[in-house]
């Protein structure tokens, strides 16, 4: 749905007769922009700037996620003295001209209509007027009935309740339908002892947000909360009482001085060092958070101090260190080697012997970790990042996405006749990584001419092939089952060569 940016004043829409003291009222606790969605939805609502009524639209025949939009009916609002015709409907109808109509008899008239617009095979009309029946029915069963939504009714609370007593009852009640996440809630409690810490917090998730990340303000709850002496896991209770205001106060008052530059530096760190911005090569937003703790103490970390903090972050992807048991995971990590790592180095080694004897989980890189098929992102983006100083996901175009592109094409490789098995085919040392239009204009092209016509062109071959001798000579990519395992063994092995002090590094 197109973003509507409505400044109300709710207080405007109030009905003057319900609003007198005496009256019973129904108030919404929760689900307040779900309501005013749903209205603007089915009612339409008025342009502030001009007072021109938009009504929303939608296409009735559409079922397919829109690979651009991501949306399945692609919403739009359009001003209602230029109304558009079918396939696109205006959904206020359903409020009006079939305001007493059944769903069947609309969906009918409504196909009827489409007969006479649209240009289809037999088969493209029945799959149509399928998928017409299937949204009017929808539509109107949202109007309708109380299925799609999950309600709490609190009755009885005519009186007047202080603020925190309300967040009590919302608090209690918040645990059917869609659950709001842990900081939202905390959020609730904190802003009845703060002004500024919601809007702090929001901030620095949006700094530390690169790319196509996205950072949510409950980690950053977590390091907070473990810098506090207050465990990892993200709880309202902690905000409440004394030892709330205490907490917020302590938040508040060293927010300049020592949350924002850590905010900042991890920031650097993501950007710089790591050069994350995608989220396919993030198994974990929780193995940041030790990071941030680190640089909350030790903002300006050493070159030697980062390679420790970029070994552990690819160990805690590649190992999975948070997969499970998480706050338990941090709070152990915390009390061990963090708390008082002051003007000290990052104890990568310590955590490291954490896991080993406590979670029983891997902490070395070796050959048979890299040649782990489920892994291949991890290493290809490290891999790229290390060789070109930038991550190969770093793109603008939306759809120019990099793909995990086969050097030797895998349509040729198993069959006649080099015949070459389905684990030397998909394999690190066969693959690459490529911007989407490139490895489609590719196709299955012989790497001997595709790379050889690349370098005659003057583009650098090297980053994707890594070992010198192809680089300087792609013609020895030779379609040939002895020259394929050769050069893949060859390109393995420098890709340990590359990565194995980074990933290893103590």
Known sequence: MQKIEVDIDLHTLYDESKSQNEVEKVLVLDGQQRLQTLYCIYHGFLKSDAGVLKEAYLDITSINVDTITEQIYNLQ?????????????????????????????????????????????????????????????????????????????????????????????????????????????????MKELSANIEENLEDAALLLSNGNINFEIDTILKAILLINGKGATVDPQKFKGGEGITLVNSIDGNW???YLPAFQALRDFIITDLKLDNSKIIRSYNSLVPILIYLYFNPAATPENKSRLKAFYYKAQIFNWFSSQTDGVLEAIFNRT??????????????????????????????????????????????????????????????????????????????????????????IGNYRLVGASDNIRKRAEDPESYFTNLKNSGISIQKHLLVEEYSDDPAKLKMDRKEYLKFKQKRTMKIFEILEPIINFV
């Open 77 to 189: 609002f359009v001003d209602a003295r230029t109304p558009e015709s079918l396939p696109l409907f205006r959904v206020k109808d359903l409020l009006s001209k079939y305001e007493k109509t059944a769903s069947e008899d609309i969906s009918d008239k409504v196909n009827e209509e489409l007969d006479g617009i649209l240009n289809e095979s037999a088969d493209e009309k029945k799959t149509r007027e399928r998928i017409v029946r299937k949204n009017i029915s929808k539509l109107r069963s949202i109007l309708t009935e109380d299925v799609h939504f999950w309600i709490e009714e609190l009755d009885g609370t005519v009186n007047e309740y202080p603020y925190k007593t309300i967040l009590e009852i919302f608090v209690r009640v918040n645990s059917g339908g869609t659950k709001l996440d842990a900081s939202d809630l905390m959020f609730a409690a």
């Open 256 to 258: 300049d001085s020592n």
């Open 338 to 427: 963090l708390k008082s790592c002051a003007g000290k180095d990052f104890p990568l080694s310590d955590i490291q012997e954490y896991f080993v004897n406590s979670r029983h989980t891997r902490i070395n890189f070796d050959m048979a970790v890299l040649e782990d098929h489920s892994l291949r992102f991890f290493f290809l983006h490290l891999l790229y990042v290390e060789t070109n100083s930038s991550s190969a996901f770093n793109v603008k175009l939306k759809n120019n996405a990099p793909h995990v592109d086969h050097i030797y094409p895998k349509s040729k490789l198993g069959k006649e006749p080099l015949l070459i098995d389905a684990k030397d085919i998909n394999h």
